[in-house]
């Protein structure tokens, strides 16, 4: 939330600290975790992962955040985790965009420990020494679309990303599935700013959105393009829908207070709680390596902001019906369609064209 | 959906998708104009147009606000003409260094002031210019909502494509910068300086693109963000290629690339399944098209002159 | 004694490549004095005015001017000092009006803008004063190369300069414009002012100079009196032996025609007619020449025989080749060799070093490669056997051009052209500001070729001496037409030639039968 | 002259230093206001990347893909043309490249595999490279705007490919099939983990210093970007030389791109250009454009680039801050001016050495000859 700010000092102050004590890092092995991500400050994703780190530091484990930069520099990734190996980390954990170096590593280095978290895999092949995270961003998708579907008034709501990827995909998914579900007549636009460092086009992608399509509810799963969004809304008096951390606190309790009266709620994946969990379950002994540890509603991994703002805005019967789905799915009841069960690319974009107004 | 508000609200988008490729593309006929080709439209206005939103932040005023984009602007455009001119560095290498820089640096400077390495979003208050709607003309329709209501650096950027056409031809310093621009030698066997010359163009240069930063900044969203520029210097760098230093010529080609923007914007925003990435290609594209059919019509002209004509 | 207004005390000039160009030069000008400066290619007699000009700061000497001494840091401090230079090359914007070009620094202005219309009034009543009969609203890009050489000197004159140096000012004149010149700078000498002129024609020096001062290799050698002087004595001082000022050549033996140019019209980018209906041959063993103001055709004729650019219709042909839609190398392979106008421009590669400019129009050959590799070792010996007939002063064959003089650049052109193996020789200005002794060289071996190995050529110079001496058929060029012919060159009179170049006189086309 | 020629060339190492001591210096006083612990900071910026057998090793790896575009700028700064497609040959190549070794699977053996993917990165950097060189060569387009456009629509192009023709729907994140095994590059050296491209990078930096200095292509190059009028004067084919030089370069960017995939990567994952292709004028301009020093320019960028990562693993400061240092590193290295004030003072020096000692013979010498010339 609102800590932004504070939380790189608290890196600081550690990282020096383990740079100082080398040597006791690499003495207390099981205490010791390296966080590689792309780039913090992305208000969601990562900085959700480096919220969880700060916990486990509070909590007494030795956590370092290394930022490995961007794709265009993942020829430098290896060595990045090496760097961090070498330096006596035991736990590397990384998302699935480092997956390939992950697992090459874990077979090289079989002494070390290795958690790919958003990510998946067919769990015979699994390594003894990995662990994958993986998160049900449909089925949050599903409750927020809902949402949309309930708080249209023109019948047509918008999904908008920053770019493609199988993720954002399964996130795209599980919203149009609870859309449709909520009721099969209000239509999605789905659209690619095509950067997720564009706030101004996304702004403008929406702007078009509402005067073409009369779209009045815009979910973003855009990273930083995503608060061009929630301008978009605020210009028109549509709803926003935040994505991955709470971003109605956010900005609320930020510089900006007046950009989080359009945000209804957020779609929340909690990387950082999943992280602190994991560890928890890793120090109670628990099996967790060499499998898929799945986490979805039932776990709190994901899920939607329920706060006043929620309350005040949304109709008691559409709040009722997100709060059904989501125990529905939690009890089975309901199967979130998902990205990762389609065939192949062609049976996405057949639900995409089939809710397209 | 084709009715006269779709076309009013179209054309208003097409005016902001312009507005700061009209400001690159004017501070590159500047540079132009005084001989050099200024590929670092990019820095200076991302430079610009986070100084905008942390000088607007810290002294809670939109216009210091602006004026603190074209400072940064200027300073910017004062370290490319600091290395090209006095230090001698490869013109192309000093823009692309600085583009390099001002990637990073702006990030670097975000991370100092507030700890964020993303965007100001949060952290700054946001300050936007304000919007101007113009009486009696805002009644006409489609006119009206087309040309009413706009940011005021929008207006502006129409009237600077004046503004620098009446310095270049009007003004004894424009002429002076034209002579540079043409022949070195003869402006500075003359008396006039040619290094003072070459650095005035880009501190004007720098004001334009701290407008266009701002705009960017403080105008079309109300908060800086990394990498926020995306490229619209190279737009409007092209776009005064295309009309050859002509400011008349470039505010036009610029407003042709706010229009396929636009265009690209709105096919977007139908939804579907066609790949984003063959929209994404078109104002790239279209000013490659724009910039071949322009100079074969010129050459074609030329031949049928030299053949005899008749 | 006449006043002294400025003198130049021990003038030491090293450029940024370590080239000492001036080596402690003293220099003195007199109030109402035309002086000579004179010296070979790259005396240093250019460096020695952009220092007094402030275009370039020496590392010692001092300026006086009037007994006071001064410091001239830029070009600005010069003006203000009333010096005023008309630079061997043109420093004009083409795009420009003639009256902004002369008032460029120091543009009137009218409620802080520009003022166009008083800097026209300005330039018309200097135009007017001088006797310069110029548009000032013309643009300059539009100016035939004496008009262009009058706004240069307008330029130096509506500052007000007591000083005027003016650096080979004639080279690109006629006799005619050249004698207008001369009224001008006595009008301006009597009237106070000083001029420094620097000149490779002795002749003019003779004319209207009172005193010469001589460089050479850098050094002054002194001032001398030209009452006391001839040509002769003059060149000697400037290459220090004797110079041969005229050509001695046989009657030429002529054969069959090299090259055949018929109703040749070209209309260039602006829809002008710069070549009109041009017809004429050139045959085995004759030198023929081309006289005229510069910009009647002759540089278009030049460019349309090296193919470095198209003709609208008529034919030419090289030793019975068509050369319509040939490229430069088409046309070469036929058997020219061209010999550029500008030689910095066209006719070397500065940064290359002596060696690769010379191999230049022959590197596919052969025999200077084999396979995709060249022949390092053979091409080595035969540059070095080049640079000892033509005389070229370097330090090796690796010496980049650009560190050579003038002269010795054009004989790293001449060498390349000359040895191509060629029987048409195409010279565009070839000795053009080039000294006496290199010229006379190059002079030389053009009618030397012509006699002993056939070799056909077309000599296009605006140094009518120069085509006087060398030609053997003389034709004149106005208006992108052939307006003149002598069939022969050495009884027509430089007057004579000036009246047809400008125009005054005409040949039908009867007098021209047969020297076509 | 000789002397002259000494006098630059010291003067350009030494000023090489003193730009790299000075950026330092400045990162220092920055490091002293923003960081903790500036000093540790500097020493692992500067020693850093010698800490360890693996980092030298990548400062190697980094530099293969600088040495490919690096003398892909040599070719365009050959022939003046500032076609700057290398920048999005480089990730197109990689992208293509991918494409193919995944559909042609495991078919052809190990180097037979490598050198038919080489030859596709070669393929498709001629193919783009010909694009903005022939709308330059026909339509006298601006190649510099055309170049850069040309980029940005291969970044599309490329995410657009990955997507729909190879993207692995296995994965989590973006990325396409894995590499097959024959079609991966090989690291070498053991512990320096130095990608077996580096062979690759050697052959071309020789291959290309023979090219510009002994071959008859180079020379005609040579003289064409030298001098284009004079080139065009004495019968060079200009459009032709051009075009192929151009060509050439973008060859080499493309298989500069194709190393970097199959030596560093298992799948192919870029969704945004490099920035290589303008590492790789960086390194050019650095090079003074000549090939040969191209590995040295290449090498010394990557020491600065590993610097600033070891620098964002160790330390407290953000990697952002290394592209401003590094943007002074270049601007001074690459400034004309830069010291030239004391680079033309020794050459005065040693000028007027020279004038003083031969003065005296010379004069005499030319005073001899003209002994009848009185002086006034
Ligand atoms: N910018 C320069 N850098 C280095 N050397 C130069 C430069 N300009 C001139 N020189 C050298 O100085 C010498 C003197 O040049 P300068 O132009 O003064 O000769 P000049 O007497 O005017 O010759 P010309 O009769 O050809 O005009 C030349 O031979 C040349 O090598
Ligand atoms: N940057 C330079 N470096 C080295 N030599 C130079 C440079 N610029 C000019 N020169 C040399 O200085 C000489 C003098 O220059 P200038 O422009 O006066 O030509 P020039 O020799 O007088 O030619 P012209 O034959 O037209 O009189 C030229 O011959 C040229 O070779
Ligand atoms: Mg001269
Ligand atoms: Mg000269």
Redesign the interface.
Known sequence: GGGGSEEPAADNGNAAEADGGEEAAAGDVNKSIAYIVGNLGDKSFNDSGETGMVKLREAGWDCKTIEAGDETKADKWEDTMLDAIDEGYHYLVASSTYRDIMLKLAEEYPENQFIIFDDSMDESEIPDNVAFIFYAQNEGSYLVGQLAAGMTESGVVAVNVGMDNPVISDFVTGFINGVQDYDPSVKVVKAAVGSWTEPAKMKELCLAQARDKKADVFYQVAGGSGAGLFEACKENGTWAIGVDSDQYTYYKDSENPELADVILTSMLKNVGDSFVAFFDQVEAGEDVWGKVNSLGLTDNAVGYVDNEFFQENVPQEVRDAMAEAAEKIAAGEIDVKSYYDFADESEYQALLDSVTP | MFTLDWFANFGFSVFRLSTPLIFAALAAVINKKAGMLNMALEGMMLSAALGGVVFAGATNNVWIGLVGAVVIGVIVGWVIAFANISGQTDLYLTCIAVNLAATGGTVFAMFLLTGEKATTSAAIKAYTLPSITIPLIDKIPLIGPMVSGHNVLTYFSFISIFLVWFFLY???L???M??VG??P?????????VKKIGYISFLIAGVLCGFGGAFMSMGWVSFFMKNMINGRGYIGLSAMNIAEGNPIGSGIAAVFFGFSDALATTLKSQGGTFPTEFLDMIPYAATIIALVVISSIRMSH?KK?????K | MAQEVLRMEGI?K?Y?????AN??VTFWLNEGEILALVGENGAGKTTLMKVL?G?EAP?SGQVTMNGAPVKIL???D??GKGIG?V?QH???????TVA??VV????P?KN???DFDTAVSMTQEVADKYNFNIDPKMKVADLSVGQMQKVEIM?VLI?GAKIIIMDEPTAVLTPQETDELFEQLILLRDSGHSIIFISHKLEEVKRICS?VT?L??G?C?????LADMNESDIS??MV??DVVLKIEKEAPNIGKPVVHIKNLVK?????KHVLDDISFDIHEGEVVGIAGVEGNGQSDLSDVL???S?F??GTVEVNGNDIKGK???????MGMA?I?EDRM????????SIR?NI???R??KKEY?SG???K?KYIDDLVDQYIKDFEIAC?DKS?PVR?LSGGNIQKVVVAREFTSGSNFILANQPTRGIDVGAAEMIRKTIVKKSREEGTATLLISADLNEVLECSDRLLVFRKGKVVAAFPKANEVSEAELGEYMLGLKTMTAEEMEGLL | ????RK?EMTVELVRILVAVAIAYVIALVTLFLISDDPIYIIQQFVLGPFSSVRRVGSIINLAIPFTFTGLCFCFMYAVNKFNLSGEGIFMFSGCIVTLVAINLGEGLPFPLMILVLLIVGAVVGVVVTAIPAFLDAKFNSNIVVVSLMLNSILVFLSIWVLKYQMRDPSIGSMGSYPLPDNAVLPNIFGKFRIQAGLFIAIIAVIAVAILFY????G??M??VG??P?????????MVGTIVIAQLIGGALAGMGGACEILGNYDRYKWVASTQHGFDGLMVAVLARRNPILVPVAALLLAYIRIGADVVNSRGDIPIEFITVIQGIVILLVAAEEFMGRFK?NM??K???E??DKD?KE??KE??S??GE????
């Open positions: 009007k003004t004894r424009g002429l002076r034209r002579a043409e022949n030698q003869a402006a500075s066997s003359v008396g006039i300086n030329l002159i030299q053949r005899g004509g | 030491t090293i940024d490549n370590g080239f000492v080596k402690n000009f275009l590392q830029n070009t600005l010069a003006i230079m630079h043109f420093m004009l914007v083409p795009s420009l902004e070009n460029l620094g120091i543009e202005m802080g803008l520009f330029k500052k005193r001589v050479r290799h050094y050698l002194g001032s001398y009196d000697r001082l220090g032996r209309i260039n980018e602006a829809g090296s193919g470095m198209g609208s219709s490229t430069v190398h088409d046309i070469r392979g061209y550029p421009e066209y006719g070397c590669a500065g940064d290359m690769d191999m230049a129009d590197f596919f490669k995709p590799f060249m390092k330090d010496q560190m | 002259m000789n002397k002259t006098i002994k071959m008859v292509f020379y005609k040579r003289v030298s001098n009028l004079f080139a065009k004067a004495c019968g060079i084919n033309k050459i005065y040693a000028a007027a020279g004038l003065k010379e004069v030319l005073m000859e003209d010339g009185k002086e006034q």
